[in-house]
């Protein structure tokens, strides 16, 4: 379903397979906005930890990071 249809898309592999494996060496906070990087750590007031994913892709609206991010990393 929807994660090979978006792998298929953002990277160009073919199978799940490949998905798959193209996931596992992928580091998702390239791609993802984490809280931390919103607030610099933890947001105690909501009780949210440093490492939670604040928005999926929000990293991908800066264009620096668009032009360093690998396949794997989208696949995360």
């Keep these: 379903g ?3 249809g978006l792998c298929c898309l953002l990277t160009g592999c073919e199978s799940f397979e490949e998905a ?8 998702s906070t ?5 809280v931390r990087d919103i607030y ?5 007031k909501f ?3 440093g490492d939670i994913v604040a928005s999926s892709f929000g990293n991908m ?3 620096s990071r668009r032009a360093t991010v ?4 989208l696949a995360r």
């Design 2 to 4: 929807t994660f090979l």
């Design 20 to 27: 798959i494996s193209l996931a596992e060496k992928g580091d």
């Design 30 to 34: 390239k791609v993802d906005k984490l």
């Design 40 to 44: 610099g750590g933890s947001y105690p």
């Design 47 to 49: 009780n949210l930890e």
């Design 61 to 63: 609206t800066s264009k």
């Design 70 to 73: 690998k396949k794997e990393d």
